[in-house]
């Protein structure tokens, strides 16, 4: 969706939309009663995401669900563009649920840790690679672009509303906070946080690892698990060449090769003694030295939209003065202030919405357009315009259906507006 047409800049109620189809070009359709939202989020829109979190730069291209479909805010701007006000601002930034996602899979573009394209997929030329699934991270350590350890790997994502993460949780109860544990998970935080070289973003994230634990893992590290052409997957016999060979569009800056040995030797001593000075990951068991050995993509995956279209109960779309925007809906990832996770919120709004939307009235009682909610062929006759369009342009149409009927054929006012 590229635009959403209303009657008046900022006033009045919604009349149609326009569309760019992947294949016919661009196409105007009219709303015979309203039009919902269902874009599905946000966050593909690497200038639309930074509005919430500046980290979150070109590098976090990984988004669950591409590359079958993309977060593009195409539905949050066309509704902005006639009023629309953006709710729910902390539920995207909050340091808890989906929003940020630390990956499962590894050396693959698409790593989202719930996810993962097999090679029988009808999209798989566009994902390129399974990925490598981690099963468990002690067998690999987690470097920057500065080939430099930043955090635990074993380390999880942000916390969510799980199952007993509370003890003797009772719902509504003040003392549910007394009985919770600080206990903060901070690896996506490390990850973003970059290489203090005055650029937002923390770049990629490599796995690192040696041929040992890719038989521990069972590992395949060939096409179609890794993806080589794309520069998401390097391997080398000696860990200098490795860090030289470690270029693609986001590694903005080369590894140096003697950064990647030291830290490389630095965490086999951590096996040694059983302690890591560094990040107190528990008890470091793997050595990473015999050769060959990778580097994977394990860059932090841009998941769940929360902030977008402020809605009312029934989803109705609301405004920056706090008023409804007659015949717009939104559900789903493009409404915000949810923290719902899933298609459970989609499949609900999108009820609630196509209800609502349904008991409109069909269009009618416009003065300077046909009254087209009598004609057999509605909408359909008008869905393809150019820009701009005054209804007489379709007058033909409608005054052909009208001598069908035996209808008197009298235009209304038509040929004096520029409405759609």
Known sequence: MTRIYREAANAGPVLGIAVNRKSGGPIDIRARKAVIIGTGGSTGNVNFRRMFDPRLTEEYCG?????????????????MAIGAALWGFYNQIGEFGSNVTKPNFIGCQY??????????????????ASGLYVRDWQDVIC???????????????????????????????????????????????????????????GGPIWAIFDSDAVAREGWQPQPPRVDIAAGF????????????????KYQRVPMPPAYLEETVARYNSFVESGVDADFDKPTPRHRIEKPPFYAA?????VHDTRAGLRINPTCQVIDMNGEVIPGLYCGGESAGGFSQHGLARAACQGYIAGRA?????????????????KLS???????????????????????????RRGQPIDHGGVGTGRRR
């Open 63 to 79: 988004l669950a669900g591409m590359p079958w479909s993309d977060q593009d805010a195409s539905g949050e701007l066309a509704a």
């Open 111 to 128: 790593n989202y840790r719930h996810l993962q394209w097999l090679p029988e997929s009808p999209v798989f030329d566009k994902a390129r």
């Open 143 to 201: 470097v920057n672009m500065l080939g430099r350890r930043f955090y635990d790997e074993t380390g999880g994502q942000y916390i969510a509303n799980n199952y007993n993460s509370i003890e003797n949780y009772i719902q509504g109860d003040w003392r549910n906070l007394q009985r919770s544990k600080y206990a903060p998970n901070n690896w996506l935080n490390a990850a973003l946080a970059g290489i203090d070289d005055g650029h937002n973003g």
């Open 233 to 248: 997957f390097f391997s080398a016999n000696r860990l200098a060449d490795l860090a030289r060979k470690i270029v693609m």
């Open 297 to 301: 993509w394990a860059t932090p995956v």
């Open 357 to 373: 939307a349904a008991g409109e009235p069909l269009e009618t009682g416009y003065p300077d357009r046909p009254d087209i909610s």
């Open 377 to 403: 062929f509605g909408a359909a006759e008008f869905r393809r315009c150019a820009e701009p369009v005054a209804w007489r342009d379709c007058a033909p149409q409608v005054d052909a259906e009208r001598r």
